[in-house]
Nanobody, 115 residues
Framework: QVQLVESGGGLVQPGGSLRLSCAAS????????MGWYRQAPGKQRELVAT???????DYTDSVKGRFTISRDNAKNTVNLQMNSLKSDDTAIYYC?????????WGQGTQVTVSS
């Protein structure tokens, strides 16, 4: 069982930045592929960014060049640096951990981009 706890959400103006963090309880965090998903009101949950156990990253097109995912295996954390935020980025952001046949979710953290 892996517990994921997100933090760092909040209210920010368009063009601003936020840094989300996810702390994982996994005994061997480094073997998990990690990701950030988001769900806006009335929409399906969508993948935002992923980082593999080897550190390879991928992003959905709408956040490329603005968001950066990173991980610190020594601290069992995965982060999402979000710059140049837009109103369309408003959503609940969820941390996700995957290992073959297993998947875990955090409780989510709200990000609101509004003036």
């Amino acid at each position: 069982q892996v517990q994921l706890v997100e933090s760092g959400g909040g209210l920010v103006q368009p063009g601003g930045s936020l840094r989300l963090s996810c702390a994982a309880s996994a005994r061997v965090f480094s073997i998990y592929n990690m990701g950030w998903y988001r769900q806006a009101p009335g929409k399906q949950r969508e993948l935002v960014a992923t980082i593999t156990s080897r550190g390879n990253t991928d992003y959905t097109d709408s956040v490329k060049g603005r968001f950066t995912i990173s991980r610190d295996n020594a601290k069992n954390t995965v982060n999402l640096q979000m710059n140049s935020l837009k109103s369309d980025d408003t959503a609940i952001y969820y941390c996700n951990a995957k290992l073959v046949g297993l998947q875990y979710w955090g409780q989510g953290t709200q990000v609101t981009v509004s003036s």
